[in-house]
């Protein structure tokens, strides 16, 4: 006979099996990236026809998914689906921006295809734009299941509230956090380490603007923190890295941190590779 620690172990898993399984919202985000994308689809297709039957397949699967969860969404799993679709070729839009935004802005990238297959900020990105619609039509835990896919493959955190717009480029984006009632604008270009905060983290203030406010052409270099829900970043400003922000900014500022370097050079040639630092 089990024990009642097993019993109460086995009704949350059986009232979770009921629920949607992570790994497949996971697997059906990757399947409209391939639709998307040929270079991110597992099968080629030959045809129109096939195409849309890969579409369609889409679809029944999204809302056989849904269906598990159906009493906790505002509208039947069938009409989420529907309307998912509806928006599909307008985050196509939006992502194919965002890729060209990314071959323009970097040196090193050679065409759009490679910024699709191989950079982790549009990988975070794309992800981020589904799980977006998915939240405002007020879909729960999935958009969060998604973002946090999206982190464990890029190291990019993106909470699916944020509204982002057109042309986003995340460049190298390793440790980039991007808040919940974040607000950014069109050609905004973020690097690596960024982070776009709270001042504040009472549960109280769940309902209010939280984070920054990022206006159109806004650059913000590797290590830079900005945080507070009334903080905003004028347009075409350049924030420098590893600077520290909670007040606002006019447009066409230059915010930089200036550190102290000393460097010592040695007055007789060595060819020793070892070094005392010395205060």
């Not at 999204?62 to 989420?80: Q, S």
């Not at 992800?127 to 729960?140: D, E, G, Q």
């Amino acid at each position: 006979m089990s024990s009642p620690f097993i019993k109460e172990l086995f009704v949350e898993h059986h009232r979770i099996r009921h629920q949607v399984p992570a790994t497949a919202i996971c697997q059906l985000v990757e399947g409209v990236l391939g639709l998307f994308f040929p270079v991110l689809a597992d099968q080629r297709f030959e045809s129109e026809k096939e195409l849309e039957a890969y579409k369609n397949a889409l679809q029944s699967e999204m809302v056989r998914v849904l269906t598990g969860m159906e009493p906790t969404l505002p509208i039947p799993a069938e009409e989420v689906v529907q309307k998912l679709s509806e928006e599909l070729p307008g985050i196509y839009k939006l992502l194919l921006e965002d890729a060209e935004a990314i071959a323009a802005g970097d040196p090193a990238a050679q065409n759009v295809e490679e910024v699709i297959r191989t950079y982790p900020g549009f990988r975070a990105v794309a992800i981020y734009r589904v799980a977006h619609t998915l939240h405002k039509l007020k879909v729960p835990l999935l958009p969060r299941i998604l973002s946090a896919y999206a982190q464990a493959r890029t190291g990019i955190d993106i909470h699916p509230g944020a509204q982002i717009g057109s042309h986003f480029c995340i460049d190298h984006g390793t440790g980039v956090v991007i808040g919940e009632t974040c607000v950014i604008g069109d050609y905004v270009k973020i690097y690596q380490g960024v982070t776009l905060g709270a001042l504040n983290v009472n549960k109280t203030l769940a309902n209010k603007k939280r984070h920054p406010t990022i206006e159109h052409h806004v650059v913000i270099y590797a290590g830079a923190t900005i945080l507070g829900g009334q903080t905003v970043i004028g347009a075409y400003s350049v924030i420098g890295g590893n600077v520290w922000l909670t007040e606002s900014v006019p447009p066409y500022s230059r915010v930089y941190h200036k550190p102290e370097v000393i460097v010592r050079k040695p007055s007789f040639p060595t060819d020793s590779f070892d070094f005392v630092i010395l205060n």
